[in-house]
Each structure stands twice: as C-alpha cells, then as structure tokens.
C-alpha cells in the first residue's frame, strides 16, 4: 500500500479482555516497529521486527503483550488481560534501510480499555 | 540508556513569530537526530534528520542543527504559520542493529492568526 496502515483505529474494551491490533506496513519494507503513545509517558519503542532475525521485545511492558509478524509483512500486536493503564495510542512504523532507514508511522490505534 | 529532553509546553505564538523549541539528548554513540511532527488528526511525520555532528536538517522552512558539543538539536522556524500548529517530538537512533527511536515528551505548538 501507499502508506503504514493500521486496524482498527480505535478499540474500546472491557478491562480483563484480550485484543489484537494490526500492522500492515509498506510494501517492501522490511523493519517494522511498534511504540505506544500514551499521556503519562510519552512514546515508548515497544518491539522491533527486522526481516526473518528474532524481534527485538526489550520494550515490552509485561508479558501480557506478545506481537508476532507473519511472512515478513503484517504484524499483530496481542494485548491479553487488559488493564486501565494499557489506554494509549499503539502506532506501528516500518522502513527500509537501504532507503535511509526512515520510519514512516500508521495513523495509530487508539486504545480505550473501560 | 538513551534519552531526549524537551523543552516544556504548550507554545502558542502569533502568525510570523520566531519560533525556537529546545531539544538536547544524551547517548552513549553517536546517534542521528529527528524532528517528528503530528498535524492534529493525522499520524507522526518526519519533519527533518541529521545524521552526524554540524549537519543541519531543513523542510518547509524549519531547521535544526546537530551540536555535539551541547548535545543539542534545536528546531528553529524564521516565521510560524498557522498551519503549522501541531505536536512536535526530538527523536534520537542509534542505529545499528535495532533503529528504534527514542523519543522527547513533545511540544504542542499553536499559532494563532
């Protein structure tokens, strides 16, 4: 596609549930990242997906989040449990590094968990 | 670990002001610099880059300076407009294996005609 596309664009979940967020980055890039937006802390880098190597996860908050990214292109982040504090925007960014390594960003999901 | 500091918010100004918005950084490499923007409603864009130490990045009339010597990336605009209201974040890369970016707090700017 033209552009990081991300689904949905907002979510609102009942505290306990799980969700699952989508990336689809574009096409032919092969780094992928997701950060969090969120009033209180800023945006904070989450997890990093470059090619076939293993993600980097050191930004993960806790293990109730995971984030898998399928044949080198989509990317699910997965929130299980769902807690009040996991309210943020979730954006997710891809580039390619033989163009500079630019990240370009989705427009972001927006999390409310009630 | 790495880290970007912005100066505090909000900054409203009036249409053709001087605008000037600190950021400084600290890292243990030597990192390229961004300046993100977020037009309310839309998503984060890259504003401009400098890569190593006196490299000035520039777009639509902002720039910034890469200063090593005061770990600094300063992002200057000779006069605002009001399109240019918008949220705006220092970011810093390591690079290497893992380009994330660490990012400042932001800094809400409005201009008013």
């Known amino acids: 596609g033209a552009g990081v596309s991300q689904s949905p664009s907002n979510k609102v979940t009942e505290k306990g549930k799980d969700v699952e967020l989508r990336c689809d980055p574009i096409s032919g890039h092969t780094a992928l990242y997701w950060y969090r937006q969120s009033l209180g802390q800023g945006l904070e880098f989450l997890i990093y997906?470059?090619?076939?190597?293993?993600?980097?996860k050191s930004g993960l908050p806790s293990d109730r989040f995971s984030a898998e990214r399928t044949g080198g292109s989509v990317s699910t982040l997965t929130i299980q449990r769902t807690q009040q504090e996991d309210s943020a925007v979730y954006l997710c960014?891809?580039?390619?590094?033989?163009?500079?390594?630019?990240?370009?960003f989705g427009a972001g999901t927006r999390l409310s968990v009630l | 670990g790495d880290s970007v500091t912005q100066m505090e918010g909000p900054v409203t100004l009036s249409e053709e002001a001087f605008l000037t918005i600190n950021c400084t950084y600290t890292?243990?490499?030597?990192?390229?610099l961004f300046w993100y923007v977020q037009y309310p409603g839309e998503g984060l864009q890259l504003l401009l880059k400098a890569t190593k130490a006196d490299d000035k990045g520039s777009n639509k009339g902002f720039e910034a300076t890469y200063r090593k010597e005061t770990t600094s990336f300063h992002l200057e605009k000779g006069s605002v407009q009001v399109s240019d209201s918008a949220v705006y974040f220092c970011?810093?890369?390591?690079?290497?294996?893992?380009?994330?970016?660490?990012f400042g707090k932001g800094i809400t700017l409005s201009v008013r005609p």
């Open positions: 970011a810093l890369s390591e690079g290497g294996a893992n380009s994330k970016l660490t």
């Open positions: 960014a891809s580039s390619d590094r033989t163009k500079g390594n630019i990240q370009y």
């Open positions: 997906f470059q090619g076939n190597s293993a993600p980097d």
């Open positions: 890292a243990t490499g030597y990192p390229s």
